[in-house]
T-cell receptor
Framework: GENVEQHPSTLSVQEGDSAVIKCTYSDSASNYFPWYKQELGKGPQLIIDIRSNVGEKKDQRIAVTLNKTAKHFSLHITETQPEDSAVYFCAASSTSYGKLTFGQGTILTVHP | GAGVSQSPSNKVTEKGKDVELRCDPISGHTALYWYRQSLGQGLEFLIYFQGNSAPDKSGLPSDRFSAERTGGSVSTLTIQRTQQEDSAVYLC?????????????FGPGTRLTVL
């Protein structure tokens, strides 16, 4: 089955800096790669996603890149703000019905 | 509009007891998923519903775990004879489409503690 590895497990940055989180996946059939943000006591919330026919996608301060050959994808957050502090999860799906395999999560802390 | 809701938000039970966790998906969402999140871990897939049927139960960790969905809406996850290793946050998600590659909306989860 699919295996997703996520790094780093914790990331601490100063407000205004950029943050990068990286994930690798094992199943070459995976074709959907969402990123979720989870705040304390809440369920994960989708922040951006990318499909395998696209190499890069951007939404304001957030961007995701996908390298299918190397089987890795990354989340980039620019101009970080304290409210970006949360746990971020990458995921991959290779099924027709959207079953997600998640990475272990990254605790992002943005210091004012 | 209303999002995915789950109840109870917290459940403390004694080892060996049965528990039922409830999920109310977003109205009209045909796909429903259960995931488990252990402390400091990522989310682990448990089961997928398409309407009222469960074509993929591959993530259920043992035969003590079962789930059903009625009327294509509400789902219940039941854990029989709970063990301490069952302690986790149980998350439910729903999505609009049967096909993959669409957003899954998550509920706030049920935190289960087995003493």
């Amino acid at each position: 089955g699919e295996n997703v590895e996520q790094h780093p497990s914790t990331l601490s940055v100063q407000e205004g800096d950029s943050a990068v989180i990286k994930c690798t996946y094992s199943d070459s059939a995976s074709n959907y790669f969402p990123w979720y943000k989870q705040e304390l006591g809440k369920g994960p919330q989708l922040i951006i996603d990318i499909r395998s026919n696209v190499g890069e996608k951007k939404d304001q301060r957030i961007a995701v890149t996908l390298n299918k050959t190397a089987k890795h994808f990354s989340l980039h957050i620019t101009e970080t703000q304290p409210e970006d502090s949360a746990v971020y999860f990458c995921a991959a799906s290779s099924t027709s019905y959207g079953k997600l395999t998640f990475g272990q999560g990254t605790i992002l802390t943005v210091h004012p | 509009g209303a999002g995915v809701s789950q109840s109870p938000s917290n459940k403390v039970t004694e080892k060996g007891k049965d528990v039922e966790l409830r999920c109310d998906p977003i109205s009209g969402h045909t796909a429903l998923y259960w995931y488990r999140q252990s402390l400091g871990q990522g989310l682990e897939f448990l089961i997928y519903f398409q309407g009222n049927s469960a074509p993929d139960k591959s993530g259920l960790p043992s035969d003590r775990f079962s789930a059903e969905r009625t009327g294509g809406s509400v789902s219940t996850l039941t854990i029989q004879r709970t063990q301490q290793e069952d302690s986790a946050v149980y998350l439910c998600a729903s999505s609009l489409d049967l096909a993959g590659g669409v957003e899954q909306f998550f509920g706030p989860g049920t935190r289960l503690t087995v003493l």
